[in-house]
């Protein structure tokens, strides 16, 4: 059974950065859909990035163009890149990944998931 454990969480002020980091073990690597999920305070689980095994990658309206997703193969871990940070962007971020190589599905069917890591954007 996979297993992930997120990093790099913080406070940041708006219009900041910042870069999580997951690291995936339990099963081979390359085999996984990878995403990115944020839990606001008050809401539901929302997915905000995701790659497929060829690199593929999904995005909602609310990220593009601010989040990147990328892995690194070679160390299993999965990587969040967020730029121009707002007070939407506040909540618990959490790493997920489900078995297949096509993200079937889309943000929806993930089965293993990270403990979570704090975000938080002052103003």
């Known amino acids: 059974q996979a297993q992930l454990v997120e990093s790099g969480g913080g406070s940041v002020e708006a219009g900041g950065s910042l870069r999580l980091a997951c690291v995936v073990s339990g099963y081979s690597f390359d085999g996984y859909c990878l995403g990115w999920f944020r839990q606001a305070p008050g809401k539901g689980r929302k997915g905000v990035a995701m790659v497929s095994t060829d690199g593929k990658t999904t995005y909602p309206e609310s990220v593009k163009g601010r989040f990147t997703i990328s892995k690194d193969n070679a160390k299993n871990t999965l990587y969040l890149q967020m730029d121009s940070l707002n007070a939407e962007d506040n909540g618990m971020y959490y790493c997920?990944?489900?078995?297949?190589?096509?993200?079937?599905?889309?943000?929806?069917?993930?089965?293993?998931w990270g403990q979570g890591t704090q975000v938080t954007v002052s103003s």
């Open positions: 997920a990944a489900k078995l297949g190589r096509w993200c079937i599905g889309g943000f929806s069917n993930f089965r293993y």
